[in-house]
């Protein structure tokens, strides 16, 4: 529900009727709005949302406010249960024992497995913030057996996100609505980022943006939104792929954008004899000290008719084609291989899949693809790029995506967001105005990869493990 009610952030106190109101973050989901809490002689008596959190500005969930049951439910377990001699498991008879009792027989049975086969033990946490913990207590006892919450969650959401962009959609970032004018939402409940979301999307509104809705019912956000369009669960990622199709076969990407700030146009090796085969072609460049910089990659520049450095002042490279260097490898652009990989996702097949018309589907993506060609917004801020070039204004594509549990909550839930990831990087609508928008640290790059263990041979009795139990995948 919050954090420890002894630590606030600040607190008043009325000696005469012993009321205490606390400040402090509401943890009934993972919005983080900013609650006071009431209490009277110590005991949680209301919560209400703070008026001076800048995330929720007062607003506060009806699962916000229920938080006190989380204290004083009387279903609420005080005590550890264990079950009566002579029942069967579902026969939903225990008894009360103590503390030590619990500890002592865990410790019992622990102590056991960890001397024989520590992977006989598994350690499945909730949404607890505790994972830090448990996943060193899983090393420490020698199990790689470990998971949490958010491998059911929403994690498919940051991991594929953040490999794709370099950025996620919740802490990580997330839409401009106060800039936008299309505004698309894909398997969105209405607790994730509730209270936040709501204030938005009523300011969103009220400033005339289109609100679309992509969800298998009409509940929540859904209710409110200007056009809902019904699909069949799980099936998200063959809807994105056939509106990148569409996009790309209607011309509406956005290829100035592709350029300077993806990988498009760079050229990959696509000799099948070659160990290089798929990857970035890359050349060595001498540098100072003696030292080479091999992590420079090529374009195919229109004017040379040839390849050229990347970023090359004065370059147009191709998006589409394909080409041979000097010696003889064959070479294509990125750009040019998502096409042939999308090519066979047509609205046809996409229909078939998520229930969703042909004739909206070919729509949908004509209307993403012209608002963010023909409705740019234009701001007067001065800034420089990344290359050192100076700017005096910024402009942005302004169609925004949100997108949570829905679609990154299946076993194809990672490739779906690298699909909306890519979507939304074709339509030129990341780290723009009314598009999306990273926070600080992000976007960066791919963190290092915790190792995990490769075999059973790294779990051993009464050992730690050597690596953690948890990591981002290296392959």
């Known amino acids: ?24 973050t509401c943890y009934m989901c993972a919005c983080r709005c900013g609650i006071r809490v009431t209490l009277r002689d110590g005991e949680v008596r209301y919560i209400q949302g703070n008026p001076d959190h800048p995330l929720n500005k007062g607003v506060i969930c009806a699962k916000g406010a229920s938080g006190i049951m989380k204290q004083y439910s009387p279903a609420r377990l005080t005590r550890p249960l264990m079950r009566k001699p002579g ?64 491998g059911f969650c929403s994690v498919n959401m940051a991991a594929g996100m953040i490999y794709t962009i370099g950025g996620s959609f919740w802490e990580f970032g997330g839409p401009d609505l ?5 505004f698309v939402m894909i398997g969105t409940a209405e607790d994730h980022h509730s209270n936040p979301m709501k204030i938005a999307l009523s300011k969103f509104k009220r400033q005339g943006g289109k609100f679309i809705s992509i969800n298998p019912v009409r509940t929540g956000y859904s209710a409110i939104a200007d056009e809902w369009i019904p699909i069949k669960p799980g099936t998200d990622g063959a809807l994105l792929l056939a509106l990148i199709n569409e996009i790309i076969k209607q011309g509406l990407y956005d290829r100035e954008f592709l350029v300077k700030y993806s990988n498009a146009a760079e050229l990959v090796n696509m000799d099948e004899n070659s160990t290089e085969h798929g990857m970035f072609v890359r050349f060595e460049v001498p ?29 147009d490279p191709y998006l589409l084609g394909e080409f041979q260097l000097d010696d003889g490898t064959p070479v294509k652009p990125a750009f040019q291989l998502l096409v042939e ?33 023909d409705e740019k917004i234009e701001l ?16 942005g594509n302004p169609v925004a995506f949100h997108a949570m549990r829905g679609l990154a909550a299946h076993s194809n839930g990672f490739q ?15 780290d723009r105005p009314g598009g999306f928008r990273h926070k600080a640290p992000f976007p960066r790059p791919i963190p290092p990869c915790a190792k995990t263990p490769t075999s059973w041979d790294d779990v051993q009795p009464n050992t730690p493990l050597n690596c953690m139990p948890l990591g981002w995948p290296a392959d």
């Open 416 to 430: 779906t967001i690298r699909a909306m990831s890519i979507l939304m990087s074709i339509l030129g609508t990341i």
């Open 341 to 373: 990989r999308v090519r066979e996702y047509t609205a046809e097949w996409a229909a078939d899949i998520t229930g969703i018309p042909v004739g909206t589907i070919k729509r949908l993506a004509n209307e993403m693809g012209i608002t963010a060609r």
């Open 380 to 395: 007067p801020i001065a800034w420089t790029d990344t290359w050192g070039n100076e700017h005096d204004h910024l402009t």
């Open 87 to 150: 029942s069967d498991r579902g026969d939903n008879e225990f008894e009360e024992i103590t503390w030590d009792r619990a500890f002592e027989i865990l410790e019992q049975r622990l102590a056991h497995i960890r001397e024989t086969d520590p992977k006989q033990f598994a350690l499945i946490t909730g949404r607890d913030q505790m994972q830090a913990l448990t996943g060193m207590f899983s090393r420490q006892f020698g199990t790689p057996n470990y998971s949490a919450h958010g």
């Open 1 to 24: 529900m919050s954090t420890p009610l002894h630590d606030p952030i600040s607190k008043t106190t009325d000696e005469n009727s012993r009321i205490e109101v606390k400040n402090t």
């Open 287 to 315: 540098k100072e000290e003696g030292c080479f910089d091999a992590q420079n990659k090529l374009w195919w520049d229109r004017h040379l008719n040839g390849p050229i450095s990347m970023h090359t002042e004065g370059t």
């Open 178 to 182: 106060d800039r936008s004018k299309l």
